[in-house]
């Protein structure tokens, strides 16, 4: 079946340092979401990219899905204590979403 | 915001019980899911059920386990014996569509233990 693989499994990181988390496939994708999940959480619908090339911000997010729709990446700027967490890619199939391992990132404030 | 609701947040029970799950979707949506994690790990997609019947599942999602929308509003999971390697947080989910493009809304999820 489809597999995600998602690395760093763990980042660590001072606060105002900058974090990527990166999400390849070996097939194509026809989209990527990403999710947030606080420790104790449950997932939070972050975004969604369709488009070959696409790069999409959320204020210190940047989201950028690759040119052939294998790999796509979450960057955050200036990272600060309330982006703890673990974030996950997924890719979306008709029926269900194929999960990255997440990368787990902890800031040192 | 509308949000899809679990019960119960944290059960306990010995191995060889069966275990109903609760949940309820978001009120228009159409699209019903089961997810799990075990702890420290990914989650990982159990069951797709939309129109009275699943749609898909996965392979974790074996005879021991089945879902039902019972009425209107509930969706359910049920675990007819279960093992010590279900103790995971599952997850329910729902969208208001089906297809790629859709969000899937998930619950705050209920903790199981199986001792």
């Known amino acids: 079946g489809q597999q995600v693989m998602q690395i760093p499994q763990y980042q660590h990181v001072q606060e105002g340092e900058d974090f990527t988390t990166y999400c390849n496939s070996s097939?194509?994708?026809?989209?990527i979401q990403w999710y947030k999940q606080r420790p104790g959480g449950h997932p939070v619908f972050l975004i969604q990219?369709?488009?070959?090339?696409e790069v999409k911000k959320q204020k210190r997010l940047t989201f950028q899905f690759g040119e052939a729709k294998k790999n796509s990446s979450l960057h955050i700027t200036a990272t600060q204590t309330t982006d703890v967490g673990t974030y996950f890619c997924?890719?979306?199939?008709?029926?269900?979403?194929?999960f990255g391992q997440g990368t787990r990132l902890t800031i040192n404030p | 915001e509308p949000e899809v609701t679990q019960t119960p947040s944290h059960q306990v029970t010995q191995m060889g019980q069966e275990v109903i799950l609760r949940c309820v979707p978001i009120s228009n949506h159409l699209y019903f899911y089961w997810y799990r994690q075990i702890l420290g790990q990914k989650v990982e997609f159990l069951v797709s059920f939309y129109n009275n019947e699943i749609s898909e599942k996965s392979e974790i999602f074996d005879d021991q386990f089945s879902v039902e929308r019972p009425d209107g509003s509930n969706f359910t999971l049920k675990i007819r014996s279960t093992k010590l390697e279900d103790s995971a947080m599952y997850f329910c989910?729902?969208?208001?569509?089906?297809?790629?493009?859709?969000?899937?809304?998930f619950g705050e999820g209920s903790w199981l233990t199986v001792v």
């Open positions: 989910a729902s969208s208001d569509m089906g297809g790629t493009g859709n969000t899937i809304y």
């Open positions: 097939t194509t994708l026809s989209n």
């Open positions: 990219l369709v488009k070959s090339g």
């Open positions: 997924a890719a979306k199939g008709a029926q269900k979403l194929v």
